[in-house]
């Protein structure tokens, strides 16, 4: 099963709708818990990603009975440091958004965390793809 969800860069109504939608299809998968934990772990802070930082982007989620993988790609203007931006509590987020309370720099790392395989390619000036895999247990 795929899900593909169009995702607006500023559009914090909407914000994290696309990472509730994922998550009640893993539960009507049948997914483990733990599984379906870390996916949405992986969605909503990928989604929030675009959100804060892209002009605009998609969220995909590829479901099978043994793995999910979430897919984040935007326009925008990409990660200049990757092993940087993978640092806990840094972030690029501009002052209006932190004191939205988002762009605390955790973002990436609990990604990290959360996923069983992760890839992300970035493009300054361009935009960025994140890939990431949860086996289910």
Known sequence: MQLKFQVKGMDFGRAGQAATKIKKALQL????????RKAIII???AEMNIVIHAYHGTLTANITPHKVEIIAE?????IPDIPLAMQEGYSTAPPHI???G????MGLPNIK???DELDIQSEVNKG?????AVFNN
Do not use: H, N, V
């Open 98 to 100: 932190r004191e939205m």
């Open 74 to 78: 935007d326009e925008g203007p990409g």
């Open 29 to 36: 998968a049948g997914m483990d818990p733990a599984t379906i």
């Open 128 to 132: 960025t793809r994140l890939w990431a």
């Open 43 to 45: 969605a909503y802070e």
């Open 113 to 115: 965390k959360s996923a």
């Open 102 to 105: 988002f762009g605390a720099g």
